[in-house]
């Protein structure tokens, strides 16, 4: 297609919003609301899936050893746990670490009762690994291999808090998927009513174009320029309050709750809206080109 042919259809495209202002208005409104509450609803979910994966790496697996254990099969267990896919960290703890750890917990204001244990240390037999997990959905198959290598004692993990876990994950991800079908529905319903009051407006000036050989896509395409614009007008708008919103929010929370913000990390604005502004342009594109497309087909004849 020639530059001078599509100059003149983005030019038909941005005429027929001018001449459906009142319509063009609604669907802009009706999509800037749609896209506002899907990032909305996105950084929300967003930042919940951060606090569930940061907890869950807070959540480990620990693994004692039997007696006769020796330092050289410790090891090689430490080095298969290391190989495993779902293993994100490990950390060792030898007897003597964990009886120095114990005695600042339970002797910090009586020092000298310790050192009745001096030469006997009552953890000898407690070194252990702590095992982090990329996916606690893992744990069970994890924690049964474990189990089985020659040398384990015991193995401490919480398959209630796991399964808890995952599970929110899963509701969490399928509530968003619902909701934002939905509004996507929502809004492709109006960009095609928005677009097909214009094709009924200029019918025939259509009739007109065809009997003096316009193609298809030259009739087509003005109608599809006018549903994206429409799209993309209606996705920078809900962009740029959600940006100065979140800014604020997050300024608010860490200023009034320092104290429970001490645990939590929020993301950053740069990072979530790497992904949310992208994100709400396609959307916008997309439902204006979805909503013209299936107008085009269902009521212009070409």
């Not at 001096?118 to 997990?133: F, G, I, Q, R, T």
């Not at 009997?211 to 006018?226: M, N, Q």
């Not at 809206?273 to 070409?302: D, E, N, Q, W």
Request: net charge neutral; hydrophobic share 45%; aromatic share 10%.
């Amino acid at each position: 297609m020639k530059i001078n042919t599509m100059i003149y259809n983005c030019g038909q495209g941005i005429k027929n919003i001018k001449r459906n202002k009142l319509f063009s208005l609604a669907s802009i409104g009706t999509i800037t609301a749609c896209i506002f509450l899907i990032g909305l609803f996105y950084i929300i979910i967003a930042n919940f899936q951060h606090m569930i994966q940061e907890a869950e790496e807070s959540v480990c697996v620990t693994v004692f050893f039997k007696d006769d254990c020796t330092e050289a099969r410790i090891r090689e267990i430490g080095k298969w746990i290391e190989k495993r896919a779902e293993v994100s960290r490990i950390e060792y703890t030898s007897g003597e670490e964990a009886w120095e750890e114990y005695k600042k917990i339970y002797f910090a204001e009586e020092p000298e009762m310790a050192e009745g244990f001096k030469d006997d240390n009552p953890l000898a037999k407690s070194s252990n690994y702590e095992v982090y997990l990329n996916d606690l959905s893992m744990q069970s198959a994890f924690v049964t291999s474990l189990k089985a290598q020659d040398g384990v004692r015991k193995v401490n993990y919480s398959e209630s808090t796991a399964k808890t876990m995952t599970d929110f994950g899963k509701i969490v991800g399928y509530i968003s998927i619902a909701i934002i079908v939905i509004l996507l529905a929502v809004g492709i319903f109006l960009i095609s009513n928005t677009v097909m009051i214009g094709i009924t407006v200029r019918k025939d000036e259509i009739k007109i174009m065809k009997l003096i050989g316009a193609t298809d896509v030259f009739v087509k395409l003005p109608f599809i320029i006018e549903g994206i614009l429409i799209g993309l007008m209606g996705a920078v708008i809900p962009v740029i309050a959600l940006i100065l919103l979140y800014q604020k929010v997050l300024s608010y929370i860490m200023s009034q709750f320092a104290t429970f913000t001490g645990n939590i990390e929020f993301i950053g604005v740069n990072e979530i809206f790497s992904v949310v502004i992208p994100m709400a342009l396609i959307i916008g594109g997309g439902i204006g080109f979805i909503g013209s497309m299936i107008t085009i087909r269902k009521h212009l004849k070409v």
